[in-house]
């Protein structure tokens, strides 16, 4: 083979040898794009469900915090309100936190705006949020007290220097607070039987009569509250006690923070502008209770079996009582009591005890005892603010 045809060859075969290597690269970065497109697709289908399983679990916080709120309604700052007032409230989940206002907007609707902050799982997770608002009324107990001081059904002495009267009156703690009374007197004793009625002096009973024999008073009446049963009344209770013998009196932190969660605080009358003045519990006692000596408080009062006062009692609102009522010492309530005593047992009212019909404490009592009672409306009842507050 000369020189010239072994060139030609070492070239040809050199040419064929170069082409190799550059089909491989472009090989190698088709493979590499699709790679990093089938990654950048995964990653994106990841980011999406992240973004929204955290937009749902966001709107859960949101919701929570509401409701929240709602199951904890408290009644006596909210009612406080005026019209479009604001209360802000804040609390943490294991998820997240939230912040809320209640904007009180007429009567007893309020409008709830909750806001919530994902803090848990990290970065893909942190910083979600979401607007929630929920139009929101409050339903007050609808308890239905009786027109006189005191009704039963059973035998009850009154002593010469006690005292039960029907004439209106507003407690001089309440004058602020209260209108004026109009006058009215009701009846100061109701019971099926007067002749059961035994008084120490003329003067033991006052009314429109002193006392009314009522053909219908009969033992349904103790367990008909108005538009509720006496279980439907008991099951809104804020605290619900054994009995035995308490103390109760109003329970404040250093902050000047009413203490809502101890059983023997239930409020105070004396004082309506502090702060335990708006708040009023509905107290249900499951048996025989006794009230020590100085014990204040006001509110709604049930109980199932005695109630014994022992002197220096201070209650505004409405008691209610299914078995035997006694009072002694200088005790003090205003509003209305009934006690059933179906079994007929001696019941007395002595020493200076003073039960007054007053219009103004049963209405506060009843109105203001929706602590616990903040319902959704129905039908739209809330609406996603999110995209608001952008």
């Not at 035995?244 to 932190?253: F, N, Q, V």
């Amino acid at each position: 083979m000369d020189a010239q045809t072994s060139q030609s060859w070492m070239g040809a075969a050199g040419g064929r040898d170069g082409f190799v290597l550059p089909m491989t690269m472009f090989i190698l970065l088709v493979l590499t794009v699709l790679a990093l497109g089938a990654y950048f697709i995964a990653n994106q289908e990841v980011l999406m469900g992240t973004a929204t399983k955290n937009a749902e679990l966001a709107f859960y916080v949101a919701e929570s915090g509401a409701v929240e709120v709602m199951s904890d309604w408290d009644g006596g700052a909210y009612n406080a309100m005026n019209a479009f007032d604001t209360l802000s409230e804040s609390g943490t989940f294991a998820d997240g936190t939230y912040t809320l206002t209640v904007t009180r907007m007429s009567g007893n609707m309020y409008m709830i705006d909750a806001t919530s902050f994902i803090t848990a799982g990290g970065l893909l997770r942190q910083g979600a949020n979401r607007r929630l608002g929920y139009i929101v009324r409050t339903v007050a107990p609808d308890f239905d007290p009786p027109t006189g001081a005191f009704t039963t059904l059973g035998v009850m002495s009154i002593s010469s220097t006690s005292i039960v009267t029907g004439a209106d009156d507003v407690p001089s703690a309440l004058t602020g607070v209260c209108l004026p009374s109009d006058g009215t007197t009701e009846e100061g004793i109701v019971s099926a039987d007067t002749s059961l009625i035994t008084l120490g002096a003329t003067g033991s009973a006052l009314g429109d009569p002193a006392k009314y024999q009522s053909t219908s008073l009969d033992t349904t009446f103790f367990t008909d509250m108005g538009g509720l049963s006496w279980t439907e009344a008991t099951a809104l209770a804020t605290h619900s006690i054994t009995g035995g013998s308490i103390t109760t009196a109003p329970d404040t932190t250093t902050g000047g923070i009413c203490t809502q969660t101890t059983t023997t605080n239930w409020g105070n009358p004396t004082n309506p502008t502090g702060a335990c003045g708006l708040y009023f519990p509905i107290i249900h006692v499951t048996g025989d209770v006794q009230l020590g000596s100085g014990s204040v408080g006001q509110g709604i009062l049930l109980v199932e079996g005695d109630l014994t006062i022992l002197g220096g009692f201070t209650f505004y609102g409405y008691i209610v009582v299914q078995d035997k009522f006694d009072s002694t010492g200088t005790n003090s309530i205003y509003g209305a009591v009934m006690s059933k005593n179906e079994s007929s047992a001696s019941q007395s009212i002595g020493g200076t005890t003073l039960i007054t019909y007053s219009k103004c404490a049963l209405e506060r009592a009843i109105g203001y005892s929706a602590a616990g009672l903040g319902y959704p409306i129905r039908g739209r009842a809330w609406i996603d603010l999110t995209t608001a507050s952008y």
